[in-house]
């Protein structure tokens, strides 16, 4: 199945982050404070890898149209975000949770079965633009971007 809708804006990743907050990410032993990785995965999801992630989650997602107009109408998307922890090379995200009185305009509040539904699809959407984060968009060596000396 494929979900046949524009591809939104990346999330700005404005938020303050607690890396233990994180899914698919191991929390680092220290913290040194500093916003540059936060900085480089904003830049890196405005250059390609959110529109990456998204193309490919989209082909492979349950979530109708219907349900995406929601998700993207009432703000969800935004809520995304990632964190990079550069000593162990890995990015872990955080997907927005569904708020229980989300309903189409012309009906009821979405059923609690098909807010998990796309709770699921939506923490599918922040594994899959992780993956393309750290698989496609991060590099290991750091001697090419220079991520690793001057970060």
Same mark, same amino acid.
């Given at each position: 199945?494929?979900?046949?809708?524009?591809?939104?804006?990346?999330? $700005? !990743?404005?938020?303050?982050?607690?890396?233990?907050?994180? /899914?698919?990410?191991?929390?680092?032993?220290?913290?040194?404070?500093? *916003?540059?990785?936060? #900085?480089? !995965? $904003? =830049?890196?999801?405005?250059?390609?890898?959110? @529109? /990456?992630?998204?193309? #490919?989650?989209?082909?492979? +997602?349950?979530? +109708?149209?219907?349900?995406?107009?929601?998700? %993207?109408?009432?703000?969800?998307?935004?809520?995304?975000?990632?964190?990079? *922890?550069?000593? =162990?090379?890995?990015?872990?995200?955080?997907?927005? =949770?569904?708020? =229980?009185?989300?309903?189409?305009?012309?009906?009821?509040? !979405?059923?609690?079965?098909? %807010?998990?539904?796309?709770?699921?699809?939506?923490?599918? !959407?922040? %594994? +899959?633009?992780?993956?393309?984060? @750290?698989? @496609?968009?991060?590099? %290991?060596?750091? @001697?090419?971007?220079?991520?690793?000396?001057?970060?």
């Amino acid at each position: 199945m494929s979900l046949d809708v524009d591809i939104p804006d990346p999330p $700005a !990743l404005d938020r303050p982050q607690d890396p233990g907050d994180y /899914d698919a990410v191991d929390e680092p032993e220290y913290r040194s404070g500093d *916003n540059t990785p936060h #900085e480089a !995965l $904003a =830049t890196f999801l405005q250059e390609g890898a959110w @529109e /990456d992630g998204f193309n #490919e989650w989209r082909d492979d +997602t349950y979530m +109708t149209v219907d349900e995406f107009r929601l998700v %993207r109408d009432r703000g969800l998307i935004d809520e995304f975000d990632f964190y990079w *922890n550069m000593a =162990t090379e890995d990015v872990g995200y955080q997907a927005p =949770t569904v708020p =229980t009185d989300l309903a189409p305009p012309s009906g009821d509040p !979405l059923e609690r079965g098909e %807010r998990q539904g796309i709770d699921e699809e939506l923490d599918d !959407l922040g %594994r +899959t633009v992780s993956d393309v984060l @750290e698989t @496609e968009y991060i590099n %290991r060596s750091g @001697e090419e971007f220079g991520f690793f000396s001057d970060y």
